[in-house]
């Protein structure tokens, strides 16, 4: 599956964004999506994770309360509706395609990936 990511910008602290990461292809129910973000000078890290048909969903700690991962499988499209944005959620944040049916933090797991999008969030 090919992944673009877009939805990315510029907000002050305490806004909001929407990020979308739409597929080809027509297998996109069959797979586990994520949304992972690198940080300048760190490692990608796993921000959220949904199951195939959207009803189960885990996120990290970091991120818990304030962003919310979705997704239409209609539309192959997932989400990741971020609120009460702070300055160290400033990063390139990625979605990510995992096939099978269980659940992964580990970004080495995840098969495919969609190209980046930044989010900068100042004080």
């Known amino acids: 599956v090919q992944l673009q990511a877009y939805g990315g910008g510029s907000v002050q602290a305490g806004g909001s964004l929407r990020l979308s990461c739409v597929a080809s292809?027509?297998?996109?129910?069959?797979?586990?999506m994520g949304w992972f973000r690198q940080a300048p000078g760190k490692e990608r890290e796993f921000v959220a994770t949904?199951?195939?048909?959207?009803?189960?969903?885990y996120h990290a700690d970091s991120v818990k309360g304030r962003f919310t991962i979705s997704r239409d499988n209609a539309k192959n499209t997932v989400y990741l509706q971020m609120n009460s944005l702070k300055p160290e959620d400033t990063a390139v944040y990625y979605c990510a395609a995992r096939s099978g049916v269980l659940f992964s933090t580990n970004l080495r797991s995840y098969d495919s990936w969609g190209q980046g999008t930044l989010v900068t969030v100042s004080s």
């Open positions: 949904i199951d195939r048909n959207g009803g189960t969903t």
């Open positions: 292809g027509r297998t996109f129910s069959r797979n586990i």
